[in-house]
């Protein structure tokens, strides 16, 4: 069965801290791997995206590396900010999906002053 | 250029009603999304529509979902005789095209409330 699973559920950080959240996959064939920023009240937004020959992707303060061999992936956030305050959700699809989404249920991240 | 825009943004019914929810996507996309976020849960896939195809409603999870899209563009999901467990936030997405590669953009959402 095709799964995305994240860690942790809920993190808390001061600001000004960095941060590390996982995604472990069962998705196969497995084509691409997104991660995705939902603010509260928000629809998601894509913050990178990366394909199986790709090791690491970043995007400002934002950094996903992806392990195609061991199905992992992970978004390091450098320098947290309030504005980071949000759910962090990993996206994977499967190749062949007609852009059927498989989604993990998001780590919860609160950024305290 | 204007995203994807849902209505309304929050909707109360009662048990038994019948519901509409509205996605406008962004001009130019011809895939379009639904799909449901129920209180800690992951998102979850319910229909799409590509160009003039039929839609695949293989996500739909009874038969009082339903969906249509109008010259294209504008979509509808109704709800009918709807239920407590039908409360959640209802989002939609439009891309470019249906492919695996095309970033799907997504509306603010329509929360569902069933008393």
């Known amino acids: 069965k095709n799964q995305v699973e994240q860690s942790p559920q809920s993190l808390i950080i001061l600001e000004g801290k960095n941060c590390t959240l996982q995604?472990?996959?069962?998705?196969?064939?497995?084509?691409?791997l997104r991660w995705y920023k939902q603010d509260t009240g928000r629809g998601p937004v894509s913050l990178t995206i990366m394909t199986f020959s790709e090791n690491t992707k970043s995007n400002g303060r934002y950094t996903a590396t992806l392990d195609a061999d061991t199905k992992q992936s992970s978004l390091h956030i450098t320098a947290s900010q309030l504005s980071d305050s949000a759910s962090y959700i990993c996206v994977v699809s499967s190749r062949g999906s007609q852009g059927n989404l498989i989604f993990g249920k998001g780590t919860k991240l609160s950024v305290k002053p | 250029g204007a995203g994807v825009s849902q209505s309304p943004s929050n909707k109360v019914t009662e048990k038994g009603k019948d519901v509409e929810l509205r996605c406008d996507p962004i001009s130019g996309h011809t895939a379009l999304y639904w799909y449901r976020q129920s209180l800690g849960q992951g998102l979850e896939f319910l229909i799409y529509f590509q160009g003039n195809s039929a839609p695949d409603k293989s996500g739909l999870p009874s038969d009082r979902f339903s969906a249509e899209r109008t010259g294209g563009s504008v979509s509808t999901l109704t709800i009918q005789r709807t239920q407590q467990e039908d409360s959640a936030v209802y989002l939609c997405?439009?891309?470019w095209g249906q492919g695996e590669y095309n970033e799907q953009f997504f509306g603010p959402g329509t929360r569902l409330t069933v008393l």
């Open positions: 995604c472990n996959y069962t998705v196969s064939p497995f084509s691409n």
């Open positions: 997405a439009s891309s």
